[in-house]
């Protein structure tokens, strides 16, 4: 006969209070565990309308650059080629902690161009991406890293050493890219 060994019901009750303990405490640790990786994760901007500010006043830069200043930027075409259609996502401001475009001297953002063209696609388009530094004060001044074997170490010396993760992550706005898409088949010859 086999005897079944029955705790008192103190002990039941303690031992069931410190299982519960220990599941809120585990609760408890892995939300705060869960904010500060979204915190680490998150950009360093404020209000979203400066993100927005930022995205919309780099893709003019974009946009409304030169020939000479498009070739400068990395993306090479002819005057008869089309129009440059751009999807800008900031990643980073100096000064750090800037709240209003007019405080921002420079914009650290992932960007996609596109060149209209006659009978070109979106798909098809002739296209250029990658981080970009964007100096706002002043004449706005456009940096791109050099492409090749160094690729890496380019985007981080373009880059302040806190943006660096977000620099080489590539460009992760869906929606930054949609909406430029649909001006590039409203523009395209």
């Known amino acids: 006969m086999r005897r079944t060994l029955r705790l ?7 031992t ?6 220990a599941a809120s405490a585990a609760v408890l640790v892995a939300v705060a565990v869960t904010v500060v990786a979204l915190a680490a994760n998150a950009d360093e901007f404020g209000p979203p309308e400066l993100k927005r500010a930022l995205a919309l006043r780099v893709t003019q830069v974009l946009e ?7 070739r400068e930027h990395g993306h090479h075409f002819g005057e008869h080629d089309g129009q440059v259609v751009c999807a800008v996502a900031p990643f980073g ?9 007019a405080e921002v001297k420079w914009v650290y953002a992932h960007h996609m161009c596109a060149v209209t063209g006659a009978r070109q696609s979106w798909a ?5 991406a990658g981080p970009i530094a964007v ?3 002043g004449r706005p001044t456009v940096r791109v890293p050099a492409s090749g074997g160094d690729y890496a170490d380019q ?3 373009l880059v302040p050493e806190r943006c660096h993760e977000a620099a080489l992550s590539g460009f992760a ?17």
Do not use: C, M, N
């Open 8 to 14: 008192p019901y103190a002990w039941q009750v303690r």
């Open 16 to 21: 069931r209070a410190a299982a519960l303990v």
């Open 64 to 70: 409304q650059a030169t020939l000479q200043e498009h």
């Open 93 to 101: 401001v100096h000064p750090e902690g800037a709240v209003k475009v």
């Open 124 to 128: 098809t388009s002739v296209r250029a």
């Open 135 to 137: 100096r706002l004060a």
């Open 155 to 157: 985007v981080r010396a």
């Open 173 to 189: 706005d869906d929606e930054a890219i949609e909406e430029a898409r649909r001006r590039f088949d409203g523009r395209r010859g």
